[in-house]
């Protein structure tokens, strides 16, 4: 606990960004009749009924001091769709950080070891070698500040 809360108590260095990342499924549905429409009076009603259309995962990184949200869609939660999200993190978001500081919970996907079944292992290397990771305890959500933002957002 005392590692996380000194990490998010260090000022603002976009040398060594602090990123908060989690992860969670969302089922995808589809409405099958149309709503009745708002009257004076009266909300919008929609049928209980509706089509199933899949589930996606989300994998979601925020930077609290910098106010950002880097949010990406996948079919799966694997350790190859995880290194993918750690590599567009990486490279495309922070090409100019020498290293990103990740928080996150402790997943089984969620290790650098991800890193080198998604890529050849210099390219792995390569992006573990840019990453901190620092693991929230178990039992610890309160502590975890990017499911606190995704949670506001479900909302």
Not at 92 to 97: D, Q, R
Request: charged share 30%; proline share 6%; hydrophobic share 35%.
């Amino acid at each position: 606990m005392e590692e996380v809360l000194t990490i998010y108590t260090q000022p603002y260095d976009p040398k060594r960004p602090v990123v908060c990342l989690d992860e969670t499924s969302k089922q995808l549905i589809e409405e099958v009749r149309h709503p009745i429409a708002m009257r004076p009076g009266q909300r919008e009603c929609y049928d209980t009924e509706y089509k199933r259309n899949g589930v996606v995962n989300i994998f979601m990184g925020f930077e609290p001091l910098a106010g950002k949200r880097l949010v990406a869609v996948t079919d799966q939660r694997t350790k190859i769709d995880f290194a993918h999200y750690i590599k567009v993190l990486v490279d495309e978001h922070y090409p100019n950080a020498q290293t990103v500081v990740l928080v996150m919970d402790n997943l089984n996907t969620h290790t650098k070891a991800s890193l080198y079944e998604a890529f050849p292992p210099e390219e792995a290397k390569r992006i573990a070698d840019k990453i901190e990771i620092h693991y929230t305890p178990k039992h610890g959500r309160w502590l975890h500040m990017a499911e606190i933002e995704r949670s506001h957002l479900s909302k």
